[in-house]
């Protein structure tokens, strides 16, 4: 078992033949989100970069990648390296110390596919509040609470266990007492949605 494996239970990191079928135009899911090209950005929990190159290109490498896998974090590298894309940082560790481990305020914050499986979603919230500008971004892109058996992709069942899914509502409540409020709702098809917070003045 990965430290990844160990820190998000039950989470495993697909292989990219389903992420480009799920995310094949990643820079417009970005740019759904409100993601535009003057911001400073970090890509929380990066896993293996999907999202990390086309998020880089899009502010010009105003981009910091942060995840608690030493391997994954290494993947990431490599899959922007192979873009030709330039990050502002990497780096390694727990989310929860993000005032410590971040050089920056930022702009935005995005967290794909992952804030399901963190064990203290609170404290995650706190620590991203803690590293946004004022009236930043904040958003988590989450697998639609639907039975498993009903999120197919490439013909096999996909995404997180049933149970462990949120809806918005309860994204919403546990993310907004860290000082957020809810901006949007972007429907990501077919089987996600974005929550897009903002830090409250």
Known sequence: MTEHE?????????DRDWWSALWPDPEGTLR?????????????????????????????????????DQEMLAKAREEATRTGAQ????????????????????????????????????????????????????????????????????GE???PRTEMRMTPEQTRAVVEPAGFELDKLVELPPFHYGAVFRLQD
């Not at 003057?38 to 290109?57: I, Y």
């Open 6 to 14: 160990a820190f998000f239970p039950a989470t495993g990191m697909p």
């Open 32 to 68: 759904a989100l409100g993601i535009t090209p003057d911001m400073t950005v970090l890509d929380l929990c990066c896993g293996d970069g999907w999202f990390t190159g086309p998020l880089a290109g899009l502010v010009g490498g105003r981009c910091y990648a942060l995840d608690i």
């Open 157 to 159: 069942p996909r995404g």
């Open 87 to 154: 990050l502002a940082g990497w780096i390694e560790g727990d989310a929860r110390d993000l005032p410590a481990l971040l050089p920056e305020k930022v702009d935005f914050v995005l967290v794909a596919n992952t804030f399901h499986g963190v064990p203290d979603q609170s404290a995650l919230a706190t620590a991203v509040a803690a590293i946004l500008k004022p009236g930043g971004s904040f958003a988590i892109v989450n697998w639609h609470a639907k039975p498993r058996e009903e999120t197919p992709v490439l």
